[in-house]
């Protein structure tokens, strides 16, 4: 069992960048891979980034490959998001989520979630 809060959302500029935060609770932390993903509205919860429980593997969608950045710190049981170069296409609401096992981007995959952070881009 884990349970996941986001924080750092915000409104921001495009060309302008922001650090997504995941704090995680449980002593297994480590043991899990993270993964972010986003839903604007009307539209699906679609995957963003992944990172596996070593650190060792990080997936990107392609939309956001070279602008964003995923990486964790387990000590500090939080996973984190950082976004630059930011698009009025990345305007939505940010979702952290947990699962054992290896790095994947379907979302079915990820049973434990938070509760989101709202990222507005503005052009």
């Known amino acids: 069992q884990v349970d996941l809060v986001e924080s750092g959302g915000g409104l921001v500029q495009a060309g302008g960048s922001l650090r997504l935060s995941c704090a995680a609770s449980?002593?297994?932390?480590?043991?899990?891979?993270m993964g972010w993903f986003r839903q604007a509205p009307g539209k699906e919860r679609e995957f963003v980034a992944a990172i596996h429980w070593t650190g060792g593997t990080t997936y990107y969608a392609a939309s956001v490959k070279d602008r964003f950045t995923i990486s964790r710190d387990n000590a500090k049981n939080t996973v984190y998001l950082q976004m630059n170069s930011l698009k009025p296409e990345d305007t939505a609401v940010y979702y952290c989520?947990?699962?054992?096992?290896?790095?994947?981007?379907?979302?079915?995959?990820?049973?434990?979630w938070g509760q989101g952070t709202q990222v507005t881009v503005s052009s």
């Open positions: 989520a947990a699962k054992r096992g290896i790095v994947t981007t379907r979302k079915y995959d990820y049973g434990y």
């Open positions: 449980g002593r297994s932390f480590s043991s899990y891979t």
